[in-house]
T-cell receptor, first 112, second 117 residues
Framework: KNQVEQSPQSLIILEGKNCTLQ??????????LRWYKQDTGRGPVSLTI?????NTKSNGRYTATLDADTKQSSLHITASQLSDSASYIC???????????FGRGTSLIVHP | EPEVTQTPSHQVTQMGQEVILRCVPI?????FYWYRQILGQKVEFLVS????????KSEIFDDQFSVERPDGSNFTLKIRSTKLEDSAMYFC???????????????FGPGTRLTVT
């Protein structure tokens, strides 16, 4: 069964600090992996999309990495801001169909 | 910046009633999706739609659900006879291309909160 596991479940950091969120998946065959930011009560917003041939992709202060061999991805947030407080969701899509598997998300709280 | 819109923002209905959730995708997008998120749980894929047909659907998308593109701008999700467990946030999304043709960014709407009493 395709699964996406994210850790930690929640994280509290101080403004200006860096943090790294983890995603492990068992989706096979693999097509691409996406990181989304979801503010409370809002729809997810795309941060990065990576295929199996991409090891890293950046979007401003967000940098995602992918190791397709170990089926792991991380999202690194640099110099966190209060507006980074949100849920960060890892989504993995299989090759050959479009039925994505969502992780439960990591809830990030940035304190001043 | 173009965005996906959804109406209503909140819908309250009684069990057994039919509801229609509406979405206006981004105008030049061709692929449309519905997802749901039960409170406190992860987002779940319901259905993808292209060229007036369902492309793929999940196990959740049973005979109680249907989708339609009634005109050139709206994309709707109908639940024929709502159950208590249908209470969730329903998100519409659209993209220019289906991911089978290469990963394509999806844009999500703000969601409709459906409460079934």
């Amino acid at each position: 069964k395709n699964q996406v596991e994210q850790s930690p479940q929640s994280l509290i950091i101080l403004e200006g600090k860096n943090c790294t969120l983890q995603c492990n998946y068992t989706v096979s065959p693999f097509s691409n992996l996406r990181w989304y930011k979801q503010d409370t009560g809002r729809g997810p917003v795309s941060l990065t999309i990576m295929t199996f041939s991409e090891n890293t992709k950046s979007n401003g202060r967000y940098t995602a990495t992918l190791d397709a061999d170990t089926k792991q991805s991380s999202l690194h947030i640099t110099a966190s801001q209060l507006s980074d407080s949100a849920s960060y969701i890892c989504v993995v899509l299989p090759d050959g169909s479009y039925i994505p598997t969502f992780g439960r998300g990591t809830s990030l709280i940035v304190h001043p | 910046e173009p965005e996906v819109t959804q109406t209503p923002s909140h819908q309250v209905t009684q069990m057994g009633q039919e509801v229609i959730l509406r979405c206006v995708p981004i105008s030049n997008h061709l692929y449309f999706y519905w997802y749901r998120q039960i409170l406190g749980q992860k987002v779940e894929f319901l259905v993808s739609f292209y060229n007036n047909e369902i492309s793929e659907k999940s196990e959740i998308f049973d005979d109680q659900f249907s989708v339609e593109r009634p005109d050139g701008s709206n994309f709707t999700l109908k639940i024929r006879s709502t159950k208590l467990e249908d209470s969730a946030m329903y998100f519409c999304a659209s993209s220019e291309a289906l991911q089978e043709r290469g990963p394509d960014e999806q844009y999500f709407g703000p969601g409709t909160r459906l409460t079934v009493t």
